[in-house]
């Protein structure tokens, strides 16, 4: 059974595998997102320091992480070609990475179902999340757990991404 847990820095050199792994997959796939070298090691290492880095096991294996986090995301500030329906804090998913073994199973969604779970705990009405504009696999996830595209978003290096958001009721 598939279970949610926080990241542990234990957990990191798996996790920089799925990156690397990950990496492969998009290059394969002609998508140029993450060929930088980000996200890796030191971004889940920030993650878990900050309590927001989790991982995605199975019978002790690692199988997914993603940054669940609220409150500001600074790329978000500046939407594009459409507008952000919620106001105030939200949560926001980002490096979402699943073995690809364990694609197809449903990793993704879990991560959006705890950050949703997250935002109901605490009073947080909006989720969003973006994804490079060749992601569709990443873009089918958001839309099968409800997040609606909402426009354009730059990230820190300048490339654009496509925002998509969720309103929590």
């Given amino acids: 059974m598939m279970a949610l847990r926080r ?3 234990r957990d990191v050199p798996v996790i920089a595998g799925l990156y690397e792994q990950a990496r492969a997959a998009l290059k394969a796939a ?6 930088d070298g980000y996200p890796n090691g030191e971004n ?8 927001s880095g989790y991982v995605l096991e199975e019978d ?9 986090d609220f409150g500001h995301e600074p790329t978000y500030d500046v939407i594009e070609q459409g507008a952000w329906l919620g106001r ?8 979402v990475v699943v073995d690809g073994g364990a694609k197809g199973r449903g990793a ?3 991560f959006f179902g705890e950050l949703k779970r997250q935002a109901k705990e605490r009073g ?12 569709k696999s990443m873009q089918r996830v958001m839309a099968k757990n409800g ?20 309103l929590i009721s």
């Fill in 30 to 35: 002609g998508v140029d997102q993450w060929q």
């Fill in 44 to 51: 889940a290492l920030a993650d878990i320091a900050a309590g």
């Fill in 60 to 68: 002790g294996r690692v199988l997914a992480y993603a940054c669940l």
């Fill in 124 to 135: 947080v009405e909006t989720v969003r999340g973006d994804t490079h504009r060749d992601n």
């Fill in 7 to 9: 990241a542990k820095e």
């Fill in 108 to 110: 993704a969604g879990l």
């Fill in 88 to 95: 105030g804090e939200y949560g926001f998913l980002h490096r």
């Fill in 147 to 166: 997040l609606k595209y909402r426009g354009i978003i730059h990230v820190e290096d300048g490339s654009e991404r496509l925002a998509f958001e969720a």
